[in-house]
């Protein structure tokens, strides 16, 4: 794991208020997940979604990092959305976070629209209906940013996918279907599909976990 950096310290202290686990769990993610990477991919302002939110880290993250997004947090676990509310009201960030239902896929017009570590845990029919969805939600010049891990170095897929299934089966702290990561080839290709300009870049040197990043841009 990496240090947290200055933002992430910030994020971390606006839970100061959750319980003991879900502290934990933030400060894990803010130290594993390339947070800095996932800010400088995503437009200074406009209007974000981030899909699939849960905790609402990477939400604040987007918010202390530019003034000028709206944020909006979606996810299935209203529990977590607790959390996510209680940490912007003490941060003091307008970041607005609703729970949908299961199946719900993005919708509407967004600038934006981040989905961190989230695909992986709905199969891959639903994950790629995801991909469409978002694709399809964006504004003129909007821009999706997936971030997931990728299938090699092997050994650090197989850390990453040992400790996904500890999350979902054992400490129960992720919803899902299931942990099936999705090589980033299948991502690029479905963003492509849809008339997205692809880039992707490899964020797993200096990291125990294999990160990649996938950022497609609607044209103008």
Same mark, same amino acid.
């Given at each position: 794991?990496?240090?947290?950096?200055?933002?992430?310290?910030?994020?971390?202290?606006?839970?100061?208020?959750?319980?003991?686990?879900?502290?934990?769990?933030?400060?894990?993610?803010?130290?594993?997940?390339?947070?800095?990477?996932?800010?400088?991919?995503?437009?200074?302002?406009?209007?974000?979604?981030?899909?699939?939110?849960?905790?609402?880290?990477?939400?604040?993250?987007?918010?202390?990092?530019?003034?000028?997004?709206?944020?909006?947090?979606?996810?299935?676990?209203?529990?977590?959305?607790?959390?996510?509310?209680?940490? &912007?009201?003490?941060?003091?960030?307008? *970041?607005?976070?609703?729970?949908?239902?299961?199946?719900?896929?993005?919708?509407?017009?967004?600038?934006?629209?981040?989905?961190?570590?989230?695909?992986?845990?709905?199969?891959?029919? &639903?994950?790629?209906? %995801? $991909?469409?969805?978002? #694709?399809?939600?964006?504004?003129?010049?909007?821009? %999706?940013? *997936?971030?997931?891990?990728?299938?090699?170095?092997?050994?650090?897929?197989?850390?990453?996918?040992?400790?996904?299934?500890?999350?979902?089966?054992?400490?129960? $702290?992720?919803?899902?279907?299931?942990? !099936?990561?999705?090589?980033?080839? !299948? *991502?690029?290709?479905?963003?492509?599909? #849809?008339?997205?300009?692809?880039? !992707?870049?490899?964020?797993?040197?200096?990291?125990?976990?294999?990160?990649?990043? $996938?950022?497609?841009?609607?044209? #103008?």
């Amino acid at each position: 794991m990496t240090k947290v950096d200055a933002v992430g310290q910030r994020v971390r202290a606006a839970y100061a208020g959750a319980p003991r686990t879900e502290r934990l769990h933030v400060a894990a993610r803010l130290r594993s997940c390339p947070m800095r990477a996932i800010a400088d991919a995503t437009p200074p302002s406009g209007r974000v979604l981030d899909f699939g939110c849960g905790h609402g880290a990477v939400a604040l993250y987007l918010a202390f990092t530019s003034a000028a997004r709206e944020i909006t947090g979606m996810d299935v676990d209203g529990a977590k959305l607790v959390h996510a509310r209680a940490a &912007a009201d003490l941060a003091g960030l307008p *970041i607005g976070f609703e729970q949908v239902p299961p199946l719900y896929r993005p919708a509407g017009e967004w600038d934006a629209i981040t989905i961190v570590d989230v695909l992986y845990l709905l199969g891959e029919d &639903a994950a790629l209906d %995801v $991909i469409d969805g978002a #694709a399809a939600a964006l504004a003129s010049g909007g821009v %999706v940013v *997936i971030k997931e891990i990728d299938v090699r170095p092997r050994w650090k897929y197989w850390l990453a996918a040992g400790q996904e299934h500890a999350a979902t089966k054992l400490v129960r $702290i992720t919803k899902g279907t299931g942990v !099936q990561f999705l090589p980033p080839r !299948q *991502i690029v290709d479905r963003l492509l599909t #849809a008339g997205l300009h692809v880039e !992707q870049h490899s964020l797993h040197r200096g990291r125990l976990h294999p990160h990649h990043l $996938i950022v497609g841009r609607k044209a #103008a």
